[in-house]
């Protein structure tokens, strides 16, 4: 299996908000983010966005938990 690029990684990550990966997908995002401090961030960084987002849809946006 080749390793993915940082460009493929973030497409993947966007993609897992909006279908299931493979497991091959998603062995190739731990690899790569195991090894790629940049991607880590992007994702962590994803997830806090979603859920930000989430909670202005639901009318929580001042809540903390």
Do not use: P
């Not at 990550?13 to 880590?40: D, F, P, W």
């Amino acid at each position: 299996m080749r390793m993915m690029n940082c460009k493929e990684v973030m497409r993947l990550m966007s993609e897992r908000y909006e279908r299931t990966l493979s497991l091959r997908e998603q062995l190739s995002l731990k690899v790569h983010t195991a090894m790629c401090m940049g991607c880590t961030n992007y994702g962590k960084h994803m997830d806090v966005l979603r859920e930000a987002a989430a909670r202005l849809r639901e009318g929580r946006a001042g809540d903390e938990g």
